[in-house]
């Protein structure tokens, strides 16, 4: 592939919900393009996007695929993303390193989450989009009324730049308003008509309408257009790319992915009405936050200092690590030393190449503007940027959202278990948006995702790529336990076993502290009743004990515990003495005062349309939410705020996505600790007394 530059270049993310045809579409569109020789098949499983044997299994896209072609001298990075909320996190990732998103919509009245999420995530970053109206040949398929709901929900700034010619099973080609051509057939197979005398009129409509969008997005113009003249091709052309670069304008395209009707007329539209990275609004690709050395990068000057971004990393058991980077400024060549400005290290560049679906196009240098990756970074994860190690840029990073679902997972094998920590090392520097961390205080492993979906795909992912083989179960709540009121307790250690003894006493006070004070120890030891080297024996026999609870089986917080008198003997005391009696100790004294087990509650937020918001407060009600209040955040939605019991929110994800058609997103974090009503509270203290019991009969 030869060298391009910028103006040269188009980067287009292919979004939409899953299942509404984009992979088939770019299949269609690199056939189209000549950079296929055949038009693959998601059912066949031999699309140049969908290659890894699991998106093969499910068909359905698991990851995004980089797939490069050319038309009209202008090489278009054609990025295919998955179309799952849960995979929301490539969605991001991929909208730092494009100018334009496609957004895929069936040919329906309703639209589908996936777009309304597209949408919002190109907003969120300013990038230009353009709408591709598939399934036009379907029985069901309802193009005025999907425009109508576009208008109702987007405004004007959806414009109808084609017109389908043929309804359902009859249609047959696309009449671009334009051109005022009439574009019928397939793929590389088309023919170009002029405009049928039955859709004349309504062609000259819409037309007009296109050109008041097209004269907006240019004052000079406007002004033409104002005062009767008429704009030419050309002209309106511009006025469409000035309007799709500053979302002015939404130009909604039409065609089968199925059978590539449209295609081509799309492949054109890229060129001409999209915007290359020199046309994009430079405060919307995020290019500089900070920096050092150089006073500013100029962006998409091949000769300039090199800023780039790394916005996806795949991890391969036998290649390892692969980089996929977007250049925002200068030019990288083999063998060239950039600084990793997050990290503060150095990469060295070798293995440069273009990546094609599965396979690569070896390179030797990648100018700005353009996507390549890059094997065998040693230090550099998704969101990093590299740069010139004399013009270190430091370029906004991606802002992924929080994981919204956990589960715990049990290496199978003694084998499993030793491949378990570097596999999912592996995976957490494939997807970003997945966790994987040891709670110490519920003795799980314990894995976080954006859903069942993706915490399903990383379970097989573990066994296909890596060969390990875990069970899954339910996450266990971190409860804790404390006291109400006051005690104090004695705890005497005193053992003969025929040479030395062992002797420890101590008196302590407890008292209980605020929510979230943790443990505070103190000694008030007078006249040496204890000597001072034993005091810090007691305080670790407390804390030792505490780790383990006393009533529930869970660790103890939120107390002070005051050490005021004791005894010791000359002979037989000693550290271990000491220890053991501070153990009892407490022991003794959370029987007296009064302890009870405390849950953690998250504070939540949950953004839902208007229409939904009865029916996720009651939900939240029902799961003892608490609610501290709703705000409006856009015309129709709403942002409904509370506090939660963690309990209560394992499969929120699961259920939130079932009461708003997937239309309602949540956000959750740690607020406080807080007593467990009391016939839970019995309920854990009554398994955890059954649970020592049986381990004292099996002893």
Known sequence: MQRYTPENIRNIAVVGHGGSGKTMLVEHMLYTAGAADRVGSVEAGNTQSDYDPLEIRRKISLSSSVLPLEWQNTKINLIDVPGYPDFIGELHCVARAVEAFILVVDAKRDLDVGFELAWEVAEEYGLAKCIFVNKLERDSADYEGLMET???????????????????????????????????GKDRGIEIEDVPSGYAEDALYRREKMMDAAAEGDDDLAMKY????ELTEEEVEHGLLVGVEHGRVVPVMLGSALSGIGVMTLLDHIVHELPSPTEAPKDAMGVSVHKSGEPSISMNNTSGPVAALCFKTTADPFVGKINFLRVFDGTIRQDDHLANVNRETDERIHNLFFPHGKTQEPATEVGAGDIFAV??????????????????????????????????????TKADEDKLPGALARLMDEDPTFRSFRDSTVHQEIVEGMGDIHLDSIIERLKSKFGVSVTISEARVAFRETVRSKAKAQGRHKRQTGGKGQFGDCHIEVEPLGRGEGFVFENKVVGGAIPKNFIPAIEKGIREAMEHGFVSGNPATDFKVTVVDGSYHDVDSSEMAFKTAGALAIREAFAKADAVVLEPILEVEVDVNDENVGDVVGDLNGRRGHLLGMDPISAGKSRIRATVPMANMTKYALELRSITKGRGRFRQHFAHYAELPFPDQQALVTEYAKHRSEGAEAH
């Open 150 to 184: 576009l208008h109702e929900l987007y405004g004007r700034a959806v414009v109808g730049v084609q017109l389908p010619i043929g309804h359902q099973a009859a249609f047959s080609g696309v009449l671009d308003l334009l051109r005022m051509k009439v574009y019928k």
């Open 226 to 229: 104002l005062e009767g003249e």
């Open 375 to 412: 094997a065998k970074l040693t230090n550099t994860h998704t969101g990093d940027s590299l740069a010139s190690t004399k013009a270190k840029v430091l370029l906004e990073p991606i802002h992924l959202p929080e994981p919204i679902y956990r589960i715990a997972i049990t290496p199978v």
